[in-house]
């Protein structure tokens, strides 16, 4: 990890690099991937993330295709990327600064209908055009021709692979990937935001519902609401005027812990194993 001296130097690099004037520059806090800062010139705000080049090559470039992607389905508010690039060993990402305001009365029904529109976003095949990552993990996104084979080959069996080489006892996966053939919905590829926790979504400086830090793919779009569901934040009212205006297939609950799997997944091989009792208990109920 860099020091701050350090990042101010970078950032005076960077900045002058991109024709700005810095007035003021403040950490905004960040962790073991990115160290965050808010940049404010003579005329505008940004915001800039810093990482280790070295340690996650790729990763604001995914996130700046993942960012454009969500903003020309043309539904719901993302910041808009100004730069990506590289400065003295750091990756950099140089992008809008959205001003949180306090949600209107009307926000998760926004919020609901928007991020309904966004999941009619659809493509041919379920995957994405590059790989990226969730967390500090690399997802691949492959192409694939149904649901279940891009959630098994593209998110499952990455993930388990994993834990079974940092030493979890997972068991054999091949009842769960046949009940994935036999429970999830064959809908089309949707267009989904892929790491939709709380700390993912803000409300804008006009009351509007926006989207950061995405892991995007074209892939069921039950993963969102599985996500969504997982440690909460989100407001019953989002879930029924999502229901409204695209209602999902009978038995979404029956498969929220199924694309939960996942997520807990990524937790377990990032954080350790305070997570392995939640992956080997929906693993014994899909097995």
């Given at each position: 990890m860099r020091g701050n001296n350090d990042n101010a130097n970078i950032i005076q690099k960077i900045a002058a690099g991109n024709q700005l004037e810095?007035?003021?520059?403040?950490?905004l806090?960040?962790?073991?991937?990115?160290?965050?800062?808010?940049?404010?010139?003579?005329?505008?705000?940004?915001?800039?993330?810093?990482?280790?080049?070295s340690r996650f090559p790729g990763m604001f470039e995914a996130e700046k295709e993942g960012l454009e992607e969500l903003s020309a389905a043309g539904v719901i508010k993302v910041p808009e990327v100004k730069k990506v690039g590289e400065e003295s060993g750091a990756s950099y990402i140089l992008m809008?600064?959205?001003?949180?305001?306090?949600?209107?009365i009307d926000f998760s029904r926004k919020f609901g209908q928007q991020l309904?529109?966004?999941?009619?976003?659809?493509?041919?095949?379920?995957?994405?055009?590059?790989?990226?990552?969730?967390?500090?993990?690399?997802?691949?996104?492959?192409?694939?021709?149904?649901?279940?084979?891009?959630?098994?080959?593209?998110?499952?069996?990455p993930q388990i692979k994993m834990a079974k080489d940092k030493g979890n006892d997972l068991g054999d996966p091949s009842a769960l990937y046949k009940n994935c053939e036999a429970l999830i919905p064959q809908e089309p590829p949707a267009l989904v935001h892929?790491?939709?926790?709380?700390?993912?979504?803000?409300?804008?400086?006009?009351?509007?519902?926006?989207?950061?830090?995405?892991?995007?793919?074209y892939a069921p779009r039950e993963m969102d609401l599985g996500m969504m569901k997982l440690f909460g934040g989100f407001d019953k009212e989002i879930f029924e005027t999502y229901e409204e205006h695209f209602p999902t297939e009978a038995g979404l609950e029956e498969r929220i812990p199924l694309w939960q799997l996942y997520y807990l997944l990524v937790h377990l091989n990032i954080f350790g194993s305070g997570y392995r009792s939640q992956v080997s208990s929906i693993l014994n109920r899909y097995s």
């Open positions: 810095v007035k003021s520059c403040r950490p806090g960040g962790g073991d991937i990115n160290e965050v800062y808010l940049l404010e010139t003579a005329k505008d705000k940004f915001i800039i993330k810093l990482n280790d080049a809008e600064y959205i001003n949180s305001a306090k949600p209107p309904a529109a966004l999941h009619k976003t659809t493509a041919k095949d379920f995957g994405f055009k590059s790989n990226n990552y969730i967390g500090s993990l690399p997802q691949c996104n492959t192409s694939c021709t149904t649901a279940a084979e891009f959630y098994i080959t593209q998110r499952l069996e892929g790491d939709l926790w709380s700390g993912n979504y803000m409300v804008g400086n006009r009351g509007e519902p926006c989207l950061i830090d995405p892991a995007v793919s």
